[in-house]
């Protein structure tokens, strides 16, 4: 008797939770989520707690780990087909409704082949203080990667302007975005071994730094800026490229201005107080030209 009222009272207070306090992430009803873009915070989340099992056991048993990552990418890519396929699904980015969104661009599954990509090259950075490579073979990788990005930002005309395929969708799907992790993985490692030019001079630039740091804060808060930016809209807006940059650049200024004031009022405190209570070791000549050369450390407090 007593047994049972519990059960009627656990069944009760899930079914007032569930009613009143709707949960939502990307696998449990993602397009419902109020902020929208948090959906990631939950993809993120999931990695978070898978990173340290890959990182155990490829600095254990490097050639196996290697192995069952590829192996674990060739099926997320598998179930990136076997989904569009079966659901007649649309390439994500072009033709994203409900659908796509829920089954294709939210869930940890599919989005994890990136993540794995780059673990392999943080690894492979960690293990390998120089690559040299010769010139040819450096001007190889660089046109291999930037032909592969421009290649996946011009295919997108050729879905908008033909019928609807369910196969060249599933290949699309299937292969987007370990090209695009891919080649973003060979232009890290060609920036990380000076062989980044003018790119890697760039991205290890001052302003640079700085935008690393708050990148997190910018994150968070540009769709908040958009939301109410498009809330105020009261009459019908023409879109033109003018229009669209003029839009674009203003946003991104004002979401700039805010995640500054946003890191220094609630990151940089937490991130100074850490440096006092938990001081790093001595650092070395090879970090500080490490630094020097552009890293993830914040320029804003020291």
């Not at 009760?12 to 993602?30: A, E, F, G, T």
């Not at 409704?97 to 599954?109: S, V």
């Not at 990148?215 to 879109?239: C, D, E, F, G, Q």
Request: hydrophobic share 45%; net charge positive; charged share 15%.
């Amino acid at each position: 008797m007593v047994s049972g009222i519990g059960k009627c009272s656990r069944r009760s207070l899930q079914k007032i939770l569930v009613d009143n306090y709707p949960l939502h992430s990307n696998y449990w009803n993602p397009s419902e989520i109020c902020a929208v873009h948090t959906w990631y915070l939950a993809v993120d989340t999931q990695l978070y707690v898978l990173a340290p099992i890959l990182l155990i056991t490829i600095k254990k048993f490097p050639r196996v780990s290697i192995l069952a990552v590829l192996l674990l990418a060739f099926l997320s890519m598998s179930l990136a087909f076997e989904v569009t396929w079966r659901n007649s699904l649309g390439a994500t980015y072009l033709k994203q409704g409900i659908d796509e969104y829920e089954k294709l661009y939210t869930p940890t599954h599919i989005r994890i082949v990136t993540w794995l990509f780059g673990s392999i090259t943080g690894y492979f950075i960690a293990e390998n203080k120089t690559l040299p490579m010769r010139k040819i073979f450096v001007y190889f990788l660089w046109v291999l990667s930037l032909s592969s990005l421009v290649f996946l930002l011009l295919i997108e005309k050729f879905f908008n302007d033909y019928e609807y395929n369910v196969l060249y969708s599933s290949l699309f799907n299937t292969f987007s975005r370990p090209l695009w992790g891919v080649a973003i993985c060979i232009i890290i490692l060609l920036c990380v071994y000076n062989h980044g030019g003018i790119i890697g001079w760039l991205l290890s630039s001052a302003p640079f730094n700085v935008l690393i740091r708050i990148n997190y804060s910018i994150y968070l808060i540009h769709s908040l800026v958009t939301s109410i930016i498009l809330s105020k809209m009261r009459t019908t807006v023409y879109l033109s490229v003018f229009s669209i940059l003029h839009d674009t650049l203003g946003d991104y200024c004002i979401v700039l201005v805010l995640a500054t004031l946003w890191t220094l009022a609630f990151e940089s405190p937490i991130i100074a107080l850490e440096k006092l209570w938990f001081p790093k070791g001595q650092i070395t000549k090879e970090d500080k030209n490490c630094h020097h050369n552009g890293s993830s450390e914040t320029i804003i407090v020291k």
